[in-house]
């Protein structure tokens, strides 16, 4: 495919898919860009906010639009491994094991307030994120392509939730903080919700397309400076103070690793992508800078008394490194 197909068919398709999310979906519009950059990069997202601000909907509607399987799996406190994955089951008949295979395994999983469930829960997805397989009674199954994980998840602070992993939260490509909408957003929801009528939507799109549309992607131009800057700015995560911010070098426990550089020249491709450029500038770069290092910045109990969080951190050294 070629960067030209790629700027006309398939950006053409990803405006389909978010004028349909957009006709139930409303004053969420970042959000449900994240959600499409995650299916158009294959990279998982975790989106992060308060209950009733429409993120399983919005995840849902995305589902809807695509003829792919979908499924949801609801994380609460009493859930098991085998709940996800599957398990072995002894057929009478046959006197034999077979795998009964769990909701994992689909196109588009959505993994409905993830942190309610304890860590062992959590840690079962965490090879089909990482690997795009399980392993069920000794045996190892692949998943099918595209596969994707969508999450969602209470703020820690609330009640009966559980913190996710290190690993696992490094395994999603961006950490989406879901906030309120504006008044206006809110009136037109309520007016739409009022009449009560179901709000449907059209198919517009089938796993092929998604994948070709991620080929068109990986194709689009990035400049040697922009790949510079985006290494800058990780790197500033693990050593401040070679930006002039020894100040922060206390307040960072863990920075970001050579992972998150591949996750954020990803973003900004399809960043890019879905405003119909064939190339990458440092404005792409910035714009997903903070949904995919607000997670991998661990910050130190000093930072906490401090009242700093991530964003805070990431917006200094943004600010720091030098734009090309």
């Known amino acids: 495919m070629t960067t030209r197909a790629a700027k006309t ?28 950059i995650g299916l158009l990069t294959g990279g998982h997202v975790l989106l992060e906010g308060v209950p009733g601000l429409a993120k399983t909907l919005a995840v849902r509607t995305v589902a809807e639009c695509l003829r792919i399987a979908f499924s949801r799996i609801q994380f609460t406190p009493d859930l098991l491994p085998a709940d996800v994955i599957g398990t072995m ?70 009640e009966g939730t559980y913190p996710l992993p290190e690993a696992q939260l490094d395994r999603f490509m961006l950490k989406v903080r879901v906030g309120y909408p504006t008044r206006d957003a809110e009136k037109e929801i309520v007016a739409r919700m009022a009449s009560g009528r179901p709000i449907e939507v059209q198919r517009v799109a089938e796993a092929d397309d998604i994948l070709a549309a991620r080929s068109g992607i990986a194709e689009l131009f990035m400049d040697q400076k922009v790949v510079d800057y985006i290494v800058d700015v990780v790197r500033g995560t693990r050593e401040p103070q070679s930006l002039g911010l020894p100040e922060l070098k206390p307040l960072i426990a863990f920075g970001a690793s050579p992972r998150a550089s591949i996750y954020l020249a990803q973003a900004a491709r399809a960043h890019a992508f879905l405003r119909g450029r064939a190339y990458v500038v440092p404005e792409d770069v910035k714009a997903m800078a903070f949904d995919v290092l607000r997670h991998r910045v661990l910050l130190t109990f000093e930072a906490e008394a401090e009242d700093m969080d991530s964003d805070r951190v990431i917006g200094k050294i943004l600010e720091a490194v030098g734009v090309p």
């Open 89 to 158: 089951v002894f057929d009478q008949r046959s006197q034999e094991f077979y795998p009964r295979k769990g909701p994992l395994f689909a196109n588009l999983v959505l993994a409905d307030e993830i942190n309610r469930a304890p860590a062992k829960v959590q840690s079962a997805l965490l090879e089909a994120m990482q690997e795009k397989q399980v392993t069920i009674g000794g045996e190892t199954f692949y998943l099918g392509e595209p596969f994707l994980v969508l999450a969602t998840q209470n703020p820690i602070e609330q």
């Open 9 to 36: 068919s398939d950006a053409a398709l990803s405006q389909t898919i978010t004028r349909e999310v957009a006709k139930r979906v409303v004053g969420q519009e970042v959000m449900v860009e994240r959600l499409l």
